[in-house]
């Protein structure tokens, strides 16, 4: 199964975007499953059910969240309605609304989509690591592979989940910073992991907000509301994942595709990546369990 996973969605340029040049990475990657991190998909902040309507008519087939779950109240009646692929953070406390998890068919093979929030310099939330081993005892024979979105600050809390993780799950993949890294690699057990996979959304402001706002709050610590940047630049950060028929990820691969504007990028004809990284697993012998 190739999946394809999408960094976090931010405002009505980061939907224009994903609308626009969805067609165009499908065509790059191939991928059976899309998967995207729409936690500021909603102005910026949180997600309703039409803008989650709205991405998956796009084509995405699961949708994660993180710190801005609840910025819309909205969020409560898509949970209670449970129509679309939208999962919160798994480690928020027991009975908070929202599928803790979320399955997504292909040909038979089953991938389970889990979204874990990390607790460094966060708001404070149950343990993730405690969390995704009683998630996977409850998938044991329900999935055949399982992509985790790790919504965190912090690098090391992200890599000490994959390490802890490498094994038992097929990827564990990185959101929140909106920044791109490039170290994308399979660990020893199969698990494919990348630290943060980016955004979606406007490239000239400040992790997708205007400056403007952003700046008055750092210098002079008064209130504001940020508001979405919606002029200059786009880009957009992805992750494609291959992963065989063991739940095993055999290849990983990032890039960041960037445009001059919004309408450069509705009106692009073929994808150039400004950067990224890529890693594929070692062959396995048939003493490790390879054909």
Known sequence: MRVLFL??????????????????????????VVLANGENAAHGKGITRDVARQLVEAGIDAITLGNHTWDNRDVFELFAEGALPVVRPANYPPGTPGPAFWIVERGGFRLAVVNLMGRAFM???????????GILRELEGRADAVFVDVHAE??????????????????????????????ARILPGGTAYLTDVGMTGPRDGILGMEREGVLRRTLTYLPGRFEVEERGGVEIGVCAVEIDASGRSVKIESARFT??????????????????SAAEAPARTEREGGE
């Not at 708001?123 to 081993?133: V, W």
Request: with cysteine; aromatic share 6%.
């Open 154 to 183: 912090a690098t090391a809390e992200k890599q000490a989940l994959a390490w802890y993780l490498d094994g038992r799950v097929s990827a564990v993949v990185g959101t929140h910073t909106h920044v791109p890294t490039a170290d």
């Open 259 to 276: 445009w001059d504007s919004l309408e450069e990028a509705e009106a692009a004809a073929e994808l150039v990546p400004s950067g990224g």
């Open 7 to 32: 960094g976090d969605i931010v405002g009505r340029p980061g939907r224009r975007l994903v609308a626009a040049v969805l067609p165009l990475l499908r065509a790059r990657y191939a991928p059976d």
């Open 123 to 133: 708001p404070p939330l149950c343990d993730p690591f405690r969390t995704i081993d």
